[in-house]
């Protein structure tokens, strides 16, 4: 009975250089793992792997070794751990996250939160390529949200309120870009150098400022055999809503305008970063 090898990697399992072996990439959200679902990977892993398992570069995790003769029954194993595999080939993957505002102090945003909607929203979609989102929490950019071929980034608008103000300087002196100047007991915000980083916000001993917690979208990234970083579009988009619907217009682009076995970047570039930009510009502004 011939082996179908192309619905098996839709699947997750990928062939071995070891002939009738598999390694089984699962499907993790935003870098995260529960305690039951490792004791059950790992219970995996010993009875019908080598015992090892894989940590990829994109936070997922694989078991290598599995036999072709295994397969339905590392499924049911799985499956009772709540564990699921995950994808390969032409289609979202793994959507990628850093711990975000939830755990880490520097960040802008619920990046875990984010992940699991847009892996609830597009997870296994068949496209001409495969299609990688990254989420990354704050300016620090621990994921390089730029490397995928839709990237997010947290970040903070700020707007100084000057009747809480006591003219200590520590947001002058946390603010990284030099868009902070302090004249006369005035504080003066330069747009152009602000990058979201909101460090003057998480620095002010008063709270004297208005915060709106943000993403910043970059297009088209790439990092394989060719290098290239995303573009940003739109400097700073405020409503989760209004990102779910450019997430969609880029999907939907990449859908319509891709030749197979073509990446994003390669799309864009062919058929025109300009066309692009207008979509995007259409349902930013409505």
């Known amino acids: 009975m011939a082996v179908d090898y ?3 990697k839709k699947g997750g399992f990928m062939r071995q250089k070891q002939k009738n072996n598999f390694s089984l990439r699962l499907r993790v959200v935003g870098g995260n793992v529960t305690a039951s679902q490792l004791a059950k990977i790992a219970e995996v892993a010993e009875k019908f792997g080598d015992g090892h398992v894989h940590f990829t ?3 997922s995790v694989e078991i290598p070794f599995i036999k072709l003769d295994d397969i339905d029954e590392v499924k049911a194993a799985l499956a009772e751990g709540g564990v699921e595999s995950g994808v390969c080939g032409p289609r979202v993957r793994t959507v990628t996250a850093c711990q975000g505002e939830a755990i880490c102090p520097s960040g802008c945003i619920d990046t ?3 992940a699991k909607e847009l892996d609830s929203r597009y997870f296994a979609r068949e496209l001409p390529h495969k299609f ?3 989420i990354t929490g704050c300016q620090n950019n621990c994921l390089k949200a730029e490397e995928n071929d839709l990237g997010i980034k947290g970040g903070i608008k700020v707007k100084w309120r000057e009747s809480d103000c006591i003219n200590c300087g ?4 946390a603010c990284r870009s030099g868009a902070i100047e302090i004249r006369d007991g005035k504080i003066s915000v330069d747009e152009a150098k602000c990058n979201f980083c909101g460090r003057c916000v998480k620095a002010c001993p008063t709270e004297a400022w208005d915060a709106v917690h943000g993403y910043i979208v970059s297009f088209g990234g790439l990092f394989g055999n060719s290098i290239s970083k995303g ?3 739109i400097p700073f988009i405020e409503d989760k809503e209004k990102l779910l619907k450019i997430c969609d217009a880029a999907i939907e682009f990449f859908a319509e305008n891709a030749n197979a076995g073509e990446r994003f970047k390669f799309t864009l570039d062919r058929v025109g970063r300009d066309k692009f930009n207008e979509r ?4 930013y502004n409505g």
């Open 6 to 8: 192309a619905t098996l």
């Open 57 to 59: 570069s994109r936070q």
């Open 112 to 114: 875990y939160a984010l």
């Open 132 to 134: 990688k989102f990254g």
């Open 170 to 173: 520590v947001c002058e002196k």
């Open 231 to 233: 573009e940003v579009v």
């Open 280 to 283: 995007i510009m259409e349902v």
